[in-house]
């Protein structure tokens, strides 16, 4: 990319509530017209027309920019939502999450993990062996923005990932996200699943495992959702981890590998 790049960000509310939210780094002739599209996506977002969108335009330093590898995708399919939520549980555990705060992690999406059980804007931060969470602000959360693919990295990603049945907007936002979450200071996975209602595919990733695609983890219908980042924090300087998640840019310049899928379902077994 050459030129001056861009950070956009769009976060839109209802009442107060998260409604959605999207970060991009691009150049500036595209600009506009993203502003544009995230701001339509605001207001066509299925889980509540919002009442506030914000959209916002910083220019990022180029030589603050660091330049990664996406994690490779591998495939999951389950039968349904608790095969799905069994399967995370064990895939946090073998990145390191003890197998009592996996659970945990899982609950605390499963009810919602803002206030008064509200779908919350950001991630929760969460310490791996005790379950303590760590983001200051438990409405918000910590919200990983400036991450992005290079164009080139995008024209050769999103043919492979239709051909792959993956071409949903969602896979390559998500994908790109938890490329820069695996890339942070004493960050052991993360679990996720959104917050639309008619999304149920979610997925853990963690450095050793990559992005591990689970077909089901919540019911139909179901609008909650959120991520839990987890941290070993013996290891970990709380503001140096949010300061790079919210604040350093990251652009993936290649891409990773597809894997085979895999049934784990049970009637597969
Ligand atoms: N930083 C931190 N947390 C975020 C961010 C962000 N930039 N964006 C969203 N969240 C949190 C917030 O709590 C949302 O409610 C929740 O995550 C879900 O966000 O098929 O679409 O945008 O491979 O609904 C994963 C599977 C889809 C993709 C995830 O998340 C696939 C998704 P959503
Ligand atoms: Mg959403």
Redesign the pocket.
């Known amino acids: 990319m050459e030129g001056s790049l861009y950070s956009v960000r769009m976060r839109a509310s209802k009442r107060g509530c ?1 409604v ?2 999207a ?1 991009r780094i691009v150049a500036e002739s595209e600009v506009v017209k993203l502003t544009a599209d995230l701001t339509r996506r605001a207001l066509h977002a299925g889980n509540g027309k919002p009442d506030e969108v914000h959209c916002t335009v910083e220019r990022v330093a180029a030589e603050a920019i660091s330049y990664f590898r996406l994690p490779d995708i591998t495939i999951n399919r389950v039968d349904d939502y608790r095969e799905g939520r069994d399967l995370a549980e064990q895939l946090m555990v073998k990145a390191g999450v003890s197998q009592a705060v996996a659970g945990q992690a899982v609950s605390l999406l499963a009810r919602g993990a803002g206030p008064d059980g509200q ?5 929760v931060i969460m310490d791996m062996a005790s379950g303590q969470r760590l983001e200051e602000v438990p409405a918000r ?5 400036r991450m992005d693919l290079t164009s080139n990295c995008r024209a050769e990603l999103e043919p492979l990932l239709s051909g792959a049945g ?1 071409g ?1 907007r ?2 390559i ?3 790109t ?1 938890a490329g820069k979450v695996m890339r942070a200071p004493g960050i052991v996975a993360e679990l ?5 209602p008619l ?1 149920t ?3 853990v990733a963690a450095p050793q495992l990559g992005y591990q ?1 689970i077909s089901a983890l919540k019911e139909p219908g179901d609008p909650l ?3 839990v980042l987890f941290v070993d924090s013996r290891l970990v300087d709380l503001k140096e981890l949010v300061d790079y998640l919210e604040l350093r840019p990251v652009l993936f310049e290649t891409i990773g590998q597809i894997l085979p899928a895999q049934d784990r379902g049970t009637d597969h077994a």
Request: contains cysteine.
């Open positions: 998260h959605c939210g970060e779908v919350m804007r950001g991630a959360g910590v919200r990983v923005s993956l949903h969602r896979v936002e998500a994908l996200l996720c699943w959104s917050d639309d999304y595919t979610g997925y695609r959702g959120g991520r």
